[in-house]
C-alpha cells in the first residue's frame, strides 16, 4: 500500500541548516576552527542554538576535543547546563572536574571517548552547537 507515503505527508520529516548534522529530531554543528568557551556559547545563540548537552560521544567522528554547554563559572563546583539544566548525570574523566591553573577550570569539554574534562574557559577550543530540528513548512529561518 502507500501508507508509508501518506505518513509522510501527514509529518514532513524535519531537516537541520545547512552543513549541520542530524541526529534523529536533533542537529549538531561541529566547528572546524576554535574559539574560547563564551565566544563559541555566543557563535551558537547566534544560530538558534546553544552548546552541545545532550551531545553523544559515539557523534564525534574524529579525535578532537569539543566545548560542552557545561560550566561552573558562576559558583565554583556548582556544575550547570547552559539551558538551565541541573547536571543529574556526568562523564568526568578519572580526577576531574580538578579545578586547576591559576584561572581555575570553570568550562567543560569533551573527549572522544565520551569523559568530560573542566578546562580553563579562555582556551581555544573546537565547538559542537545543539538544537532541534525544524519542520519546513512552519520554519522561521
Ligand atoms: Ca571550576
Ligand atoms: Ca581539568
Redesign the pocket.
Known amino acids: 500500500g502507500n501508507s508509508h507515503q501518506e505518513n509522510t505527508q501527514l509529518k514532513p520529516r524535519c531537516k537541520c541548516p545547512a552543513g549541520w548534522q542530524q541526529f534523529a529530531k536533533t542537529c549538531y554543528f561541529f566547528s572546524s576552527t576554535t574559539k574560547p568557551w563564551l565566544a563559541a556559547k555566543d557563535f551558537c545563540t547566534n544560530f538558534n542554538s546553544h552548546l552541545a548537552i545532550k551531545f553523544l560521544a559515539n557523534h564525534i567522528m574524529d579525535h578532537r576535543v569539543f566545548w560542552l554547554g557545561l560550566t561552573?563559572m558562576h559558583t565554583?563546583?556548582n556544575w550547570k547546563w547552559v539551558d538551565g539544566s541541573i547536571l543529574s548525570l556526568s562523564f568526568w574523566n578519572s580526577g576531574e572536574?580538578n579545578?586547576v591553573g591559576h584561572q581555575?577550570?570553570?568550562c567543560a569539554t569533551i573527549y572522544s571517548s565520551g569523559h568530560w574534562n573542566?578546562a580553563t574557559c579562555s582556551n581555544a577550543e573546537p565547538w559542537v552547537c545543539e538544537r532541534s530540528c525544524y519542520c519546513p513548512s512552519n520554519s522561521h529561518w
Request: charged residues 55%; proline residues 11%; aromatic residues 0%.
Open positions: 561552573d565554583e563546583g572536574p579545578n581555575g577550570e570553570d573542566d
